[in-house]
């Protein structure tokens, strides 16, 4: 199904936005967001309603929400859509903007590359961990969300957080939805004077790397209970034009994983620290030198 609304071509198959013919792969929750807001137009969309939506069997804070709004209005902004597409009523929720007309139609099929051999890899290899994960934010409520979003140093209030030692050669924007998993990592590109800033979504990726310059980008696979998370980063960032050196980080070794980030244009794919180590220190070479 495909939507038209004022200079936008919303594929709900493909999950990309058109804008002025050129295409962008949204995150899936922006993704979601807009199409639960189309389906249900012009009704009013409350809080409860759709974090229930949006964040099925999970704890989230009250600040998520108005979040993802934010962010997703700051992003179809910068692709020029020509209108605001979401309307927040006030003391109510949000809705489409009742102004635009929409039409719908079925797209015809589009061929794409078929990642479902590695999608399939990400949901068995982790279904343990969900479950484990699922537990621990049931038992310890809004208090273990606050935390994993949190980048390891707990410095400050704001979700995102940066690390940068003085002379620093260059900058790496880690994007993971558990950082602390990456202590050990992140301290050895420190000692090599490159600063590390870290963020757990795909849309504050994407937005940092709007505003700032980083040398590399390092991604989990897997986050948010998005199997493809970091693929889908890769994408939308290659879309958009950014070519910063992407690596994914992960603990599932897989040629097929491996082939399918080149082929989206990144660097590759490293499940052990050495390996990332050498990878990554390749694009700073000169300035260690």
């Known amino acids: 199904m495909e939507y038209r609304f004022s200079n936008v071509i919303l594929n709900a198959k493909t999950q990309t936005l058109d804008v002025a013919n050129k295409k962008v792969v949204l995150e899936e929750r922006a993704f979601n967001l807009l199409l639960y807001l189309l389906d249900t137009r012009p009704k009013v969309c409350n809080q ?56 719908q139609h079925h797209a015809s099929d589009e061929t794409q590359l078929n990642f479902e051999a590695i999608g399939a890899e990400h949901r068995a290899d982790g279904t343990h961990l ?31 957080k940066a690390s940068e030692p003085l002379n620093a050669i ?49 991604s989990d696979m897997g986050r948010h209970g998005e199997p493809l998370a970091g693929l889908k980063l890769l994408q939308t960032m290659r879309a958009r034009g950014d070519e910063t050196p992407f690596y994914v980080y992960t603990w599932v070794e897989s040629d097929n994983q491996n082939k399918v980030i080149k082929s989206a244009g990144g660097q590759g794919v490293a499940t052990k620290k050495a390996d990332l180590y050498k990878n990554v220190l390749l694009h700073f070479h000169n300035e260690i030198l």
């Open 170 to 218: 260059g900058r790496i924007l880690w994007v993971d939805d558990n950082p602390t998993n990456n202590k050990k990592e992140q301290s050895y590109f420190l000692q090599h004077k490159i600063g590390v800033y870290n963020t757990t979504s795909t849309q504050e990726a994407l937005l940092l790397l709007s505003m700032y310059d980083y040398n590399v980008v390092i």
């Open 48 to 103: 409860q309603e759709l974090v229930a939506y949006l964040w099925p069997d999970s704890v989230v804070s009250p600040w998520s929400l108005p979040r993802l709004v934010s962010d997703t209005r700051s992003l179809l902004q910068r692709l020029g859509v020509a209108q605001d597409i979401i309307v927040t009523v006030r003391g109510q929720g949000y809705k489409f903007n009742p102004e635009l007309h929409v039409l």
């Open 130 to 160: 969900k479950f484990w994960i699922g537990l621990t934010l049931f038992m310890c409520t809004v208090c273990i969300w606050l935390v994993i979003n949190h980048s390891f140093e707990h410095l400050g209030e704001n979700e995102f």
